[in-house]
């Protein structure tokens, strides 16, 4: 059982160029979600899906797109890396919402330079 | 409107000490649920317990205890004869049913043990 498989685990991009970090899940579960996380500044909701077709923004989602084509898949497009989306990017899936916890992938480390 | 606050940004303990992470949460909601994850040098994200709103027994496993207070909307977590192994980053979180997807997590805490 792999759990969340995020692809790539580093990556370093050029300003102005734009690319799609992975997310795969196979516990079927329906919520996905995408983080980053920056230092002091903790664990922060950039996008996330409720269901194949569903999704909606979170705290920080300027300069990130995503879509939900099928329940395992959640892909976020970095439409024109900026300096400031240098981060650690964190996907993660529950089976619902309320009392089921987040299982996280193991996180891409992206430097935009 | 919902909130985690870690107050404690860093904490460094020698080996075999004591030591207790604080976790203070703000809702309205009557229905929700708390979390405590770590994150090891390593980079991943472990979850390690959760906890209801119903429930305030406190909960032991190994040298890991956690103290659930709704009076005081705190649910720390306490590590008995820390380890070097323990040194991590901690984060408490809160979902509730009444914000969609929402989980809220704290800031963390780094702990660091020193052997």
């Known amino acids: 059982n792999a759990g969340v498989t995020q692809t790539p685990k580093f990556q370093v991009l050029k300003t102005g160029q734009s690319m799609t970090l992975q997310c795969a899940q196979d516990m079927n579960h329906e919520y996905m979600s995408w983080y980053r996380q920056d230092p002091g500044m903790g664990l922060r909701l950039i996008h996330y899906?409720?269901?194949?077709?569903?999704?909606d923004q979170g705290e920080v989602p300027n300069g990130y797109n995503v879509s939900r084509s099928t329940t395992e898949d959640f892909p976020l497009r970095l439409l024109s890396a900026a300096p400031s989306q240098t981060s650690v990017y964190f996907c993660?899936?529950?089976?619902?919402?309320?009392?089921?916890?987040?299982?996280f992938g193991s996180g891409t480390r992206l430097t935009v330079v | 409107a919902q909130k985690v606050t870690q107050a404690q940004t860093e904490i460094s303990v020698v080996e075999k000490e004591d030591v207790t992470l604080d976790c203070v949460y703000e809702t309205r909601d009557t229905t929700y649920y708390l979390f405590w994850y770590k994150q090891p040098p390593s980079g991943e994200l472990v979850f390690l317990i959760r906890?209801?709103?119903?429930?305030?027994q406190n909960e032991i496993s190994g040298r890991y205890s956690w103290n659930f207070q709704k009076s005081t909307s705190s649910f720390n977590f306490t590590i008995t004869a820390s380890q070097v192994v323990d040194s991590a980053v901690y984060f408490c979180?809160?979902?509730?049913?009444?914000?969609?997807?929402?989980?809220?997590f704290g800031t963390g805490t780094s702990l660091t043990v020193i052997p």
């Open positions: 906890r209801n709103s119903f429930d305030e």
């Open positions: 979180a809160l979902s509730d049913l009444n914000t969609g997807n929402q989980f809220y």
């Open positions: 899906s409720v269901g194949a077709g569903i999704t």
């Open positions: 993660a899936s529950r089976k619902g919402q309320g009392r089921y916890g987040y299982t």
